[in-house]
């Protein structure tokens, strides 16, 4: 298939160049202060009537991992932890250290250092933020699983993944409100391509949005945030989270690669364009438009400066250390002559190709004997 008939940018994510900053701003939430936000969902609930367990071993084998892995957030978390909040967002000064060696004539010339605290603390509040609102997308996504694939293995699986997605939430949400000041609401570039996952009707793009994108994404992040912090809270939560997900994330390998592998050159071609429009629509969410606006300063002003930060294009290029291989895994990069791979490296990210993929280095994750506090 040649690449001409694929979709233009303008088509698949709105805007031709990817780096257009006044379209990615153009893209706003218009009911923060709703409760409820509602999407239809076009699935049809599927009954399957073949009940043989272990059809799929690889299915089954992560179905028995997940019944032993479970953890409940209440108690084998230490919530009595003192979280210095100043403390821990000094550390992540280490990302601006570029950026400010240069900021004469910017909105960031009369940052003091307590200024410079401030705004970590905020940026550790919105990613968190945006962490707990993906994991409701999840727990969503994982139910809709249950509900629409076809296989037994499938579904025993995916209702694990529902009872780690609802603790992942909780867990969020309780240490933003309780260790931290409340949440931000959730991004509009996140929404939309949550929206998207929600709204499609066929089983195997929620698991490709949610499992590969998503949740592969998710993972990378988790990883990063992990390493930096040094707040003993934070950091087992996180390696709590991190263990669920490698799973959740492998579940989309295993499942998807066995039927990708039946799929015609026009079906997958869909699957890529959607890939594509969903790692534009995560690189956009991170250049965290709130937070600048919270901190009271010009997001069209300060957004030339991060989108050109080494260290920021360093961190949003790690985001997709485990989505890229994973593609790679499902056949979607080099499908339909490489028009996937093509979008990765014009995004700067297809040097993860050769990376191991999920499927392959879950079990690297999960937790050790005694790793739980209870």
Request: glycine share 6%; net charge negative.
């Amino acid at each position: 298939m040649a690449l001409d008939e694929y979709a233009s940018n303008a088509e698949i994510i709105g805007r031709d160049d990817v780096n257009d900053l006044e379209a990615i701003l153009s893209v706003t939430n218009t009911d923060v202060d709703e409760a409820i936000h509602t999407v239809t969902d076009n699935a049809e609930a599927i009954f399957t009537w073949d009940y043989e367990k272990g059809a799929r071993q690889g299915l089954n084998k992560l179905y028995e991992k997940a019944k032993h892995a479970q953890w409940n957030g209440e108690t084998d978390l230490p919530w009595d932890t003192d979280v210095d909040l100043e403390k821990n967002a000094a550390l992540q000064r280490m990302q601006f250290a570029e950026m400010e060696r240069d900021v004469s004539g910017t909105p960031l010339e009369k940052f003091s250092e307590q200024d410079f605290i401030k705004l970590s603390i905020e940026m550790d509040s919105w990613t968190l933020s945006q962490f707990m609102h993906g994991e409701q997308g999840a727990l969503i996504c994982t139910a809709k699983i249950v509900e629409t694939v076809p296989w037994i293995d499938a579904k025993y699986y995916a209702a694990t993944q529902v009872m780690d997605e609802a603790r992942h939430v909780e867990v969020f949400a309780k240490y933003l409100d309780d260790k931290l000041s409340g949440h931000y609401p959730i991004n509009a570039h996140l929404r939309l391509l949550l929206d998207d996952i929600v709204n499609d009707s066929r089983w195997d793009m929620t698991y490709l949005g949610m499992q590969i994108m998503v949740e592969g994404l998710a993972l990378a992040a988790f990883g990063f945030m992990h390493q930096l912090t040094t707040e003993p809270l934070l950091k087992q939560l996180l390696r709590y989270v991190m263990s669920d997900e490698a799973r959740h994330v492998a579940f989309g390998v295993i499942s998807l690669k066995e039927y990708y592998a039946e799929l015609t050159d026009a079906e997958l071609k869909e699957r890529q364009e959607f890939a594509f429009e969903a790692a534009v629509r995560m690189r956009d969410r991170f250049l965290q438009q709130e937070v600048w606006d919270r901190m009271g300063l010009n997001v069209k002003e300060v957004l030339p400066l991060v989108m050109h930060s080494p260290q920021r294009q360093l961190f949003q290029t790690m985001l997709f250390s485990k989505i890229v291989p994973n593609c790679k895994k499902l056949g979607l990069l080099d499908a339909n002559g490489g028009w996937l791979r093509q979008k990765f490296t014009e995004l700067g990210v297809i040097g993860f190709e050769d990376n191991p993929d999920t499927g392959e280095e879950y079990a690297m994750f999960q937790l050790a004997e005694g790793e739980l506090a209870s």
